[in-house]
């Protein structure tokens, strides 16, 4: 069993998924989880601590998926020679990977519909949203492939439209996965996904047979 601390990430981020960050108070998460606001803060020092809690386990696990699949674990800006290491492979291998994390983790899908639901009320919470799941992905993604096809003469596309073609079904099918409660469908959705990723990089001659 998950020890307290983690309980209240969990519980937390649940009712943040549900409500709202800025709606959900620390005597809510107190209460859902049966113990007094003193006991909780024993754990965490306000509802801001619970959040930032929450957003490193996100970003610890997504260096872990980076270590494991070869993928750099920083932006470009901070580490442009490891990206032009990556091979074909690394990425596909890595798309799957976030796709299966996103769909299929409670904390990420809770996590995901939060930053949706609070997208539109704060800046902060509008850049996060942009940063994680929308603008930062694909200039990632764009950043990969830049490096990827260079000296590449038969591919004319740019890596900005190959981006878009990577990571907009990958959102869509997402969406599509939020709304389908029945696991082996989801699992069509995600082999979906995977059958489509495969044939990008076939299609640009990237991956060989």
Known sequence: MANTKENILMVALRLFSINGYEAVSVSQIAGELGMTKGALYKHYKNKRDIFNSIFEYVCQLDIERSQKTGVPEKEFSEIPESFSKVLPKNL???????????????????????????QYKTLEMSNLYQKVLTNGP???IE?????????????????????????APFYLLLSISDATPQKKEREKIKDRYEKYIDNFFRRYSLLSD
């Open 138 to 140: 694909l200039d990632y």
């Open 143 to 167: 950043n990969l492939l830049r490096e990827m096809i260079k000296g590449k003469e038969n591919i004319v596309c740019s890596p900005e439209q190959m981006a878009v073609e990577i990571y």
């Open 92 to 118: 596909k291998e890595y798309m799957s990977a976030q796709f299966s994390y996103w769909s299929e983790d409670e904390i990420a899908c809770n996590f995901r519909k939060m930053l949706s639901l609070e």
